[in-house]
């Protein structure tokens, strides 16, 4: 047991040096600002927050919609501040707090804009909130708002790493599944359209390069985190890592994820080498920050317990997550249960199409909707395969026309009543063996109430 | 590597394979190194490149751009019709005119679904098909002799569908509608305009194309930016979401469904008046010829001798596209000639068999609306080409 026990207080209670975390919080600030940058440059704030009338929410979390232009510009000009008092480490924890509440409001919004790599940054920025950061190189210290620290306690990094770990290693168990491991799907379909990629290109045409790629990069995801945290093989897992996220860069549109994780995972280094970096950026004097008053190392410093609890409430959750999806019956990837939040990374293929319908009153007359008069083509996209989204759209529809009265183009006047019935025909095509139904077309859609249960309106795959 | 040493690198270790152990191979019929001995699949099928630059350069050179000229050679010769209709409006000038504006039209629908590129930059299909025409607008700029054609807001009073109303007018026989001719100049005029209007346009494009076709083939914006093919603003994904736009909303929306009153509200009553060519009649025809020429696009055939060459099929079938067991190749066209049939069963204009013969049109509909999945969610998922008009990122 004081084995155990040495080795808790080793991982969270011991004195470590601060070089890392002060380069994790500089190079995190960096990226956002970029992201966040590239994101408004790329008139998505636009396109994705003013465009659409209709916001798919999250359980739980309706409350939440978009702020009137141009406030949600006004927003993500708050983050890129946020970004560059991060950067600088001045008003540290203020920043950390509001970035955190800005960026995971703004994910809040609408799930058709739901990505991984986002919702680990919201993770990132809260654990950054709890750690003093900004208590070495940084404004805080210069202008002595905070006390300099030259160590901190381990826990106050390894629960960077921690989390970090936890993304490699769900990401590589999730694609423990039949389709990724036997069937090398669904970079088997991907790669096909690669082959002018350069140099490796001509090997995409051959089945067992999709294969390999599969097994590879699900080992890699397992066992990355481990192999980094040993000091013997960091240097050549940093590289296999560096080159994987590179090349999954090159190969898919999926923005700055892969450079969220080549910078985050320089963190796993010693102190040597956050060192040098630092002693690299003060050179050209950037940031110097000796005069401040050093505090004394306390090696009793008092973890608050409210905050051991909140830790441990976190990582415990960050453990259910993932695994939640076994709660549910039915093929993951076809129903979708359980499916975000899970670290599951370019896992499928699947593509729906949908058309709903409402009924009229005690009649059996029905009328199309044009999902193009409420849903951008992403929202609809999106909509079309992920069962929850079908049915917040169907609510959606049913709301907007209760207690209306319609009138035909034959004069014909219809009341809809206090809950119009909706009912949808949608098929969808899972890594490409055809569309099939999807979900069953008789069922009134907005009699069903949203919540975590399952969805038995969803058809079984048929394979 | 090129394709020769992956061949040889192939039939080396074929051999080699082949001596060792005499059971395991290829065995896709589909793949280069296919081995007819072997029982045993060892994941080492080697397939031949997909040659996307061949693809491209068949669909350019073989369909898009003679159907373009094609197009533009009918319009040139309309012009010259409506030239002589207007010095000398009698019967036999009308009834030339009203016979090149429908070969115009019939060739329209070969080019309809092209609209990515020059012709997307300038609206060509709103330009030049919409409907139905708004004939108040239209007569109130014939009687005030004032227009500009120009405007987007004219494009419902231009284009082939106002010629189908200027030439067969609503309850005026030929010799009324040439005495409307003779005493009218504005009428004249407006005719003239629309027709030269038709021509600046198809003009623009076609010139367009003498230098947009390098880009085209060589997929110019994707080179310039990353090595995603297929993403957004390839070639691929240009002409995959046109057909798919074009298809949905222009064919089986708006030559069927629309007018047989699918989006009519809950009573489904028929909209006649909504067909295309209303006032000719001539609706049945045309819906022909662009499920034919659609058909003939996607199977990259060549617009003027039927030559079948790449095509989007062999696409899907190098991807070993499936749907219900099924080749999708396959499946897309027996639902091809399954909507020709049905479509061949329609005797009238549409806007009559809609009302008369509706159980037809509404089996020709659903027929319609069945290949919509299958080009938009198997066709574009198996060719990596995203259904969006969005830029996003995934994950």
């Known amino acids: 047991m004081t084995g155990i026990n040495k080795w808790i207080t080793h991982l969270t209670k011991n004195q470590v040096s601060i070089y890392p975390l002060v380069v994790f919080r500089i190079v995190f600030g960096i990226l956002m600002f970029f992201s966040t940058l590239r994101f408004i440059l790329k008139g998505w704030v636009h396109d994705l927050y003013e465009v659409p009338t209709y916001f798919f929410t999250y359980y739980g979390f309706d409350w939440v919609s978009p702020l009137p232009n141009p406030f949600m510009y006004v927003l993500f000009l708050l983050l890129l501040i946020t970004c560059i008092f991060i950067i600088f480490g001045l008003f540290y924890r203020a920043n950390t707090v509001l970035f955190f509440i800005i960026f995971t409001y703004i994910e809040l919004i609408d799930k058709t804009n739901y990505l991984n790599h986002y ?114 093989s960091r240097w050549i897992s940093y590289f296999v890592a560096f080159v994987f996220h590179i090349m999954t860069a090159i190969m898919f549109p999926i923005g700055v994820f892969p450079y969220v994780m080549i910078a985050s995972t ?64 039915g093929k993951l990837f076809w129903t979708e249960q359980g499916y975000r939040f899970s670290w599951r990374v370019m896992l499928i293929e699947k593509a729906g199409y949908s058309q709903f319908y409402i009924h009229e009153p005690k009649m ?39 207690d209306s009265c319609l009138v035909e183009s034959n004069g014909e006047i219809i009341k809809m009543g206090r809950n119009p019935k909706i009912t949808a025909d949608i098929t969808v095509s899972l890594f490409n063996k055809g569309s099939r139904k999807f979900i069953d077309s008789e069922k009134n859609l907005s009699e069903i109430k949203r919540g975590f249960g399952n969805k038995e309106w969803i058809l079984d795959y048929e394979d | 590597m090129n394709t020769r040493f992956l061949k040889f690198l192939y039939i080396f270790s074929a051999l080699l394979i082949i001596q060792s152990c005499k059971k395991s191979g290829c065995t896709d019929p589909n793949a280069l190194n296919y081995d007819i001995d072997a029982q045993k699949d060892d994941n080492g099928c080697l397939y031949e490149d997909y040659d996307k630059l061949s693809l491209l350069t068949n669909l350019a050179d073989n369909y898009i751009i003679p159907s373009l000229d094609a197009y533009k050679s009918k319009i040139i010769t309309l012009n010259i019709h409506v030239d002589s209709f207007i010095e000398n409006p009698n019967i036999s000038n009308l009834t030339l005119l009203r016979t090149n504006w429908e070969e115009a039209l019939l060739n329209w629908q070969d080019i309809g679904f092209l609209d990515f590129g020059p012709s997307e930059y300038i609206l060509l299909r709103k330009q030049t098909n919409t409907f139905p025409i708004d004939t108040t607008e239209l007569n109130n700029f014939i009687t005030l002799a004032d227009w500009n054609l120009d405007y987007a807001s004219s494009y419902d009073s231009k284009g082939l569908q106002a010629l189908d109303y200027l030439l067969f007018k609503p309850g005026h026989l ?28 198809i003009n623009y494009v076609t010139n367009q194309w003498v230098t947009y076709r390098e880009d085209f083939i060589n997929d110019f914006e994707v080179t310039q930016s990353n090595f995603s093919t297929n993403s957004q603003g390839s070639s691929i994904s240009n002409i995959i979401n046109a057909l798919c736009l074009h298809y949905e909303f222009y064919v089986r929306r708006g030559k069927v469904g629309l007018p047989l009153g699918v989006f009519n509200g809950f009573s489904q009553l028929e909209l006649p008046e909504l067909v295309e060519c209303y006032y000719s009649g001539k609706s049945t025809q045309n819906l022909v010829r662009s499920i034919n020429s659609l058909r003939k696009y996607v199977t990259g055939s ?62 020709t509909y659903q027929e319609l ?5 299958y080009i938009k969610v198997d066709m574009t998922s198996a060719l990596g080409v995203l259904i969006t008009y969005q830029d996003n990122d995934g994950d």
């Open chain 2, 174 to 201: 030929e010799s009324e509608l040439i005495t409307y001719f003779q005493n009218n100049t504005n009428a004249k005029n407006y005719l003239k305009a629309v027709a030269e209007d038709l021509n600046q346009n």
């Open chain 1, 364 to 402: 059996d007359r029905k009328m199309l909707i044009q999902n193009r008069d409420y849903l951008t083509p992403q929202q609809e996209k999106m909509m079309s395969t992920q069962p929850d989204m079908i049915l917040q759209y169907a609510h959606f529809l049913s709301k907007t026309f209760k």
């Open chain 1, 266 to 329: 320089l963190i796993f280094f010693n102190d040597n080498f956050h060192k040098k970096i630092i002693y690299f950026i003060s050179k050209y004097g950037l940031l110097n920050s000796s005069k401040s008053i050093e505090e004394k190392n306390n090696y009793q410093t008092k973890t608050n317990s409210v905050l051991k609890f909140f830790l441990i409430g976190f990582f415990t959750l960050q453990l259910f997550l993932p695994l939640r999806f076994m709660l549910y019956p």
């Open chain 1, 119 to 232: 919702y680990f940054i919201s993770l990132i920025s809260l654990l950054l909130i709890l750690i003093p950061a900004n208590s070495y190189f940084s404004l805080d210290v210069y202008f002595g708002i905070c006390k300099r620290k030259k160590t901190i306690q381990a826990w106050q990094i390894n629960i960077i790493k921690l989390q970090i770990g936890l993304v490699y290693f769900f990401a590589g168990i999730s694609k423990l599944n039949y389709h990724w491991l036997l069937e090398a799907q669904p970079l088997i379909n991907w790669l096909k359209h690669q082959s002018d990629f350069p140099v490796i290109g001509k090997l995409f045409l051959y089945d067992f390069t999709a294969y390999l790629f599969s097994w590879v990069s699900a080992i890699f995801d397992i066992f990355i985190f481990f192999l980094l945290i040993d000091k013997r």
């Open chain 2, 369 to 373: 609306q069945q290949l919509v999945p």
């Open chain 2, 302 to 363: 060549s617009y003027l001798n039927n030559d079948n060459g790449l095509g989007l099929d062999d696409y899907m079938d190098f991807v070993n596209a499936e749907q219900s067991t099924q080749q999708l190749s396959t499946v897309i066209d027996n639902q091809f000639l399954t909507i020709l049939d049905e479509v061949n069963n329609i005797n009238g204009p549409l806007s009559e068999e809609i009302i008369n013969n509706k159980s037809q049109i509404t089996q």
